[in-house]
């Protein structure tokens, strides 16, 4: 039975600010059964506060035992199997018996390398996934804390841009690079026009479906989709869709004006921009095309020889005239 003193210290150690598996595992009483015939051998005086000053140092502050500790979801109970099957048999020994401080040293220390050794062996995680996400699969077992540190990221994922053009069909997929429970609820939201994580959101679906198809896209498509997925009313991730919808007009008249710059160049090809890379071949214009753009130059070529050919006759004209003239100056003398 501990004294009043003993039990000071042992609540004294639970509270402290730095603690270790040992803490997490081994309950006080445990501890103080441990420690009751700690003897400092320079003075041959028992201490139980030396004795858990040495626990601090052991297994509090070793990097080596929180490292080891840190298992995967679901492990802490082999943490605390292993580190039982080595400080309760050295308990059990040393319990209302005394001992000198280089003997529980030795002993304390060979069970802390012990547990390193064993628990380092358990299974560890995969870690966490950026840039979002609740992943219980990738938390891991803090002795410093007695608890899984969760990987702490944000529920919502940033915006990513799908372009679409009207009229085609369109799916977004929620999907995540960590690991799902299976008991997953998948509810698909809509934000029309504008693109955020914010806005007045109205429910599309729900169930368990994370693909979200639109068979033909229209205008009024185009906004921000939230796919948010929960487990057991609690929500794990939250991803956005911006979807851009370009209309079949705009297309058209691109796709005419492309048509139109290949057939005023020669090989059908763009001229590269100014210390830019050189475009890929573009396709033929179309027959239609040509043979309007061929009729054009031949009537331009023909209207221009049929003005210089009336441009000439004036001159020609003159030239007979004063021909005759001569002749009939000739004639006279």
Request: aromatic fraction near 8%; charged fraction near 20%; charge should be negative.
């Amino acid at each position: 039975m501990c004294t009043s003193a003993l039990w000071l210290v042992c609540v004294s150690l639970l509270l402290s600010p730095s603690r270790s598996c040992f803490q997490c595992f081994v309950e006080s009483s445990v501890s103080s059964r441990l420690c009751s015939g700690h003897i400092l051998t320079e003075h041959n005086v028992i201490n139980v506060d030396a004795c858990f000053r040495k626990l601090e140092r052991i297994f509090n502050n070793d990097k080596r035992v929180i490292e080891a500790g840190r298992v995967g979801k679901g492990y802490d109970k082999q943490l605390k199997d292993i580190l039982d099957s080595q400080i309760l048999p050295v308990v059990e020994e040393f319990d209302t018996k005394k001992n000198k401080d280089t003997v529980y040293e030795e002993r304390l220390q060979t069970a802390a390398d012990n547990f390193i050794s064993a628990a380092s062996k358990l299974p560890r995680v995969t870690g966490c996934f950026p840039p979002c996400g609740f992943q219980s699969s990738g938390s891991v077992y803090n002795c410093v804390t007695c608890k899984y540190d969760s990987c702490e990221f944000p529920l919502d994922c940033p915006v990513k841009d799908v372009k679409v053009m009207e009229s085609s069909r369109s799916q977004v997929r929620c999907e995540v690079p960590f690991t799902l429970p299976d008991d997953i609820e998948v509810i698909w939201r809509f934000a029309e026009e504008v693109k955020t994580q914010q806005g007045q959101f109205k429910e599309l679906t729900a169930g368990v479906d994370r693909l979200y198809s639109i068979p033909s896209t229209s205008l009024h498509h185009q906004g921000t989709y939230q796919c948010e997925i929960y487990s057991g009313q609690h929500s794990i991730v939250r991803l956005y869709y911006y979807l851009t919808v370009t209309p079949q007009v705009v297309v058209g008249h691109t796709e005419l004006q492309e048509i139109f710059d290949l057939s005023l160049l020669p090989g059908g090809r763009l001229l590269p921009a100014p210390g830019g890379p050189p475009h890929s071949p573009r396709l033929p214009p179309s027959p239609l095309l040509l043979t309007v753009c061929l009729t054009s130059v031949l009537l331009l070529l023909f209207l221009s020889l049929g003005a210089l050919y009336l441009s000439s006759l004036p001159e020609q004209i003159s030239h007979t005239e004063h021909a005759d003239e001569e002749e009939d100056l000739g004639i006279m003398s």
